[in-house]
């Protein structure tokens, strides 16, 4: 228990009770139980890291750092088309409008998402030494960055109040929290992140794929793991490999949690005109060759592994992985080859633990339930779009009826304004003879008389019938949930023709 004295009262009658002496506490001071107070600080803060650090959201597959950078490079204009600028500059915007963390941890988060070698579908563009499998990045000074063509469909129509906005961490500025997000990134990318007590580990799988999965979800809501998996047969690392077994990936995808053992692509060939040799040219995710490497040099030197001569690294950032092992005369390399899965990472096991947050709590989600929360967080993103597209579009209908009604007699609009005493009576005017409502009749008085003058009929009426057209379309639109269903469909459809890339990833068996 954690105690304290009060400042002793004053004695004599009516006189006030002396003040606080130097060091002593002015206030009321509560006992309180330092185990309890302990118990709820420590979940106060395992909470904080859970929600706002470690963990990603399942709706659009990003912590918040991520989240941070790439709504942060939107807003600095960083599109595909524009030039890149210094990734310093980037952390710098980051770090002082939304994320109050070292530079270090938003520039790592930022490299990884210009990693071809980490993500299934990069969302930055980098430029510059952003590392490899071996070695890290050069220094933010020294690179550049710009928001990747896939990033715009995670960030595009965020400004149409598809999304939710929440205060920045001093209340200066708002940032969404989350992003519409047109793919399912989390599945997509992947990711990985400790919490507290809790950690999550998402493998990359194929664009294409998940999409399909997902349109076929979306037409058959009680579909079964099984029949998802005949469109998502197992993750796709950007790196290759060959994932050896199902079994670990079918339970991961029922459960959330599962583990599996992804090989090294190889070929056996003649390297010299004497020697056959074991050519590696994929590694599994995550694995870079100079580790290989020195583990079968250990090896071979240790005389745990018989057979081999030599080992040329020949690994290169153009041709990618290319590690030639040659076998000396009378070894099979088959035989080799075997030694080399079992003791080196050429065979290593990826383990799934698809933890993510759902409604602001972490829960474990198997492939249908992440494709779900996509999907429903999809659906109200296109139905908030279109709300905030049809108002907008009403909005605008309004002003181009009350400028019809004005262009028809526009010298007695210029007159009513020249004889008027000030704009309250104008507009006064122009609501009761053109029968204008008040938001049309300061919107014309707003205009300068030189654009009034110029307006031309036929303009107006073609833009009115084309705002009727589209607010008919949204109102049909919003009106039907399967409609809004096709609508989510449609546009995964033009995300997977744009950016769908063939299975890099073999499926073997066990």
């Known amino acids: 228990m954690a105690t304290a004295k009060t400042p002793a009262k004053s004695a004599a009658k009516g006189k006030k009770p002396a003040g606080p002496k130097p060091g ?6 509560v006992d309180i139980d330092v185990s309890q107070e302990v118990s709820e600080s420590f979940l106060e803060y395992a909470y904080s890291v859970i929600y706002s650090r470690a963990l990603p959201d399942a709706r659009d597959g990003l912590k918040p750092v991520h989240r941070r950078i790439l709504h942060q490079m939107a807003d600095m204009g960083l599109r595909p088309e524009r030039g890149h600028v210094k990734s310093a500059r980037v952390v710098g915007e980051v770090m002082g409008k939304l994320h109050p963390h070292g530079d270090g941890a938003i520039y790592d988060a930022l490299v990884r998402m210009a990693q071809s070698f980490s993500m299934g579908l990069p969302l930055i563009d980098g430029h510059g030494n952003f590392g490899s499998l071996d070695a890290g990045p050069a220094a933010m000074r020294y690179t550049e960055a710009r928001l990747a063509p896939a990033a715009m469909s995670m960030v595009a129509e965020a400004d149409e109040d598809t999304v939710d906005f929440g205060p920045n961490y001093d209340g200066q500025l708002s940032e969404p929290v989350v992003l519409p997000a047109a793919y399912p990134n989390l599945l997509v990318n992947g990711g990985s992140g400790i919490a507290v007590g809790m950690a999550t580990n998402m493998a990359p799988h194929n664009l294409g794929e998940v999409i399909a999965a997902t349109k076929f979800l979306i037409e058959n809501p009680t579909a079964t793991v099984k029949q998802l998996m005949k469109f998502v047969p197992g993750p796709d690392f950007p790196t290759g ?8 990936v079918r339970e991961a995808y029922a459960t959330g949690k599962g583990s599996f053992k992804v090989r090294a692509s190889v070929e056996i060939e003649k390297v010299t005109s004497r020697k056959m040799g074991i050519v590696i040219k994929e590694l ?12 079968i040099a250990a090896l071979v030197k240790a005389k745990k592994i018989q057979g081999i001569s030599d080992i040329i690294d020949l690994s ?3 041709t990618g992985t290319n590690v030639v092992i040659e076998i000396k005369n009378g070894f099979e390399p088959e035989e080799v080859l075997e030694k080399l899965y079992a003791l080196t990472p050429m065979e290593d096991a990826f383990a799934i633990n698809a933890v993510a947050l759902v409604k602001g709590k972490p829960q474990t989600l198997g492939l249908k339930e992440l494709l779900r929360v996509f999907i429903d967080h999809r659906i109200e993103v296109v139905r908030r779009r279109s709300e905030y597209r049809k108002a907008k579009a009403e ?4 002003l181009v009826d009350g400028l019809l009604k004005a262009i028809i007699d526009i010298d007695k609009v210029i007159k009513i304004i020249r004889s008027s005493d000030d704009a309250a009576q104008a507009k006064d005017k122009l609501i009761k003879d053109f029968k204008l409502d ?8 707003d205009m300068p008389l030189r654009r009034l003058t110029k307006m031309s009929k036929i303009e107006l009426e ?10 008919a379309e949204l109102t049909k639109l919003l009106k039907s949930e399967e409609a809004i269903k096709a609508q989510v469909s449609a546009e995964l459809t033009a995300v997977g023709k744009s950016f769908a890339t063939a299975r890099r990833t073999r499926i073997g068996a066990a």
């Open 24 to 29: 002593e506490y002015p206030g009321k001071i």
């Open 241 to 248: 490999g060959e994932i050896v077994g199902l079994d670990g």
């Open 284 to 295: 599994p995710y995550t694995i870079g060759p100079e580790k290989v490497v020195e583990r």
């Open 316 to 318: 290169d950032g153009q």
């Open 395 to 398: 909005a605008r209908l309004g």
């Open 438 to 445: 008040e938001e049309q009749a300061t919107y014309i008085l």
């Open 462 to 471: 073609t833009e009115q019938k084309e705002l009727k057209a589209v607010i």
